[in-house]
């Protein structure tokens, strides 16, 4: 639908986005509050790792839910903001296994497993309900990126829990946690330039339509 305002014509959301986002917000929220506590039952980087990122998933979705009904530039600022968001997670999940790593503690394989087996069931149900989004804007694209890492990292905790139970130390589950914190760091590097695009984008039609929109001056001839 045009317009002669000077925003930009927002792109509407793909069909079921909003409820699969609320769904996947509910889900990330209850997760977090499981692993948390498994987490510090357990002494694993990596389920504080994985917990930690469920609340910086439900954090952007409620931002995602928050724009969509926003036009291209503010859904490119948000999808920004959650790149940025992915990439600080990472680091500070690198900086956390360094410190286990000098503190020698070595976390319970057990319920390791069994959470991170339950996560795993969530992620991967949420992951297959928003895998249609994959290919949509920054925001969208930004979405499916967290389920799919969530539902890697949940495997990954998985065998680092069998790594820990063979072996009797730390190293599978910081080894894991690193992965993790690696992926998370390369993802949000993906939605930032994804993100910036949309926001070029964006900012080239409002100039386009602004200038196009300025009367043309009489001719002096």
């Not at 954090?59 to 968001?85: C, D, E, P, Q």
């Not at 990439?87 to 690198?94: D, E, H, K, Q, S």
């Not at 990954?156 to 072996?167: D, R």
């Amino acid at each position: 639908m045009a317009c002669n305002c000077s925003a930009p014509e927002p792109k509407s959301p793909a069909p079921g986005f909003r409820k699969a986002l609320w769904i996947a917000l509910w889900v990330n929220l209850a997760m977090f509050l499981v692993e948390g506590i498994a987490s510090l039952q357990s002494g694993s980087v990596s389920l504080m790792a994985d917990a930690i990122d469920f609340f910086g998933d439900s954090a952007n979705y409620v931002l995602s839910l928050s724009v969509l009904s926003m036009g291209m530039l503010w859904r490119g600022r948000a999808a920004m903001v959650k790149g940025i968001t992915m990439t600080v997670f990472g680091i500070a999940v690198l900086g956390r296994a360094i410190w286990v790593m000098q503190s020698g503690i070595t976390p319970e394989p057990l319920t390791m497993g069994a959470v991170g087996l339950l996560a795993l069931v969530a992620n991967v149900g949420v992951a297959i309900m928003l895998f249609k989004f994959r290919e949509g804007d920054s925001d969208m694209r930004s979405v499916w990126l967290c389920s799919r890492n969530d539902a890697i990292g949940n495997m990954a905790v998985m065998v680092a829990a069998l790594g820990v139970f063979g072996t009797g130390t730390a190293w599978p589950d910081l080894a894991v946690a690193a992965v993790m914190g690696g992926l998370a760091i390369t993802s949000g590097i993906s939605v930032v330039r994804h993100a910036r695009d949309d926001i070029r984008g964006a900012q080239n039609a409002l100039a386009s339509r602004t200038f196009t929109a300025e009367p043309t001056p009489p001719s002096q001839e």
